[in-house]
């Protein structure tokens, strides 16, 4: 079994930045594409971005791309998300999610999810 802890979340204002931070535990995420997902409430899970195992090739949203940087630390078993440029339509749980496919943009290719942590973006 694999374990994802997501942390990083909290309240900023408009235009702020935050870092989230996934880490895995109980198995080596190395060879797995690693994503972030996010939902507000009464809304449907949606697709942030993902990262192949390699951690060269990449895929954004339309909505995030340009302001959000997937990446990955395999020797730290850990996959980030830097946000900047934050709006409050960006507010929502985030939540890291493991595949075996890459690209992988459906919750449904993805095996096992984090508990998740709150963005909340002030307007």
């Known amino acids: 079994q694999v374990q994802l802890v997501e942390s990083g979340g909290g309240l900023v204002q408009t235009g702020g930045s935050l870092r989230l931070s996934c880490a895995a535990s109980?198995?080596?995420?190395?060879?797995?594409?690693m994503g972030w997902f996010r939902q507000a409430p009464g809304e449907e899970r949606e697709f942030v971005a993902v990262?192949?195992?390699?951690?060269?090739?990449?895929y954004y949203s339309d909505f995030v791309k340009g302001r959000f940087t997937i990446s990955r630390d395999n020797a730290k078993n850990t996959v980030y998300l830097q946000m900047s440029s934050l709006k409050p339509e960006d507010t929502a749980v985030y939540y890291c999610?493991?595949?075996?496919?890459?690209?992988?943009?459906?919750?449904?290719?993805?095996?096992?999810w984090g508990q998740g942590t709150q963005v909340t973006v002030s307007s």
């Open positions: 999610a493991l595949s075996t496919i890459y690209p992988a943009t459906r919750p449904l290719e993805y095996s096992y």
């Open positions: 109980g198995r080596t995420i190395s060879s797995y594409s």
């Open positions: 990262i192949s195992w390699s951690g060269g090739p990449t």
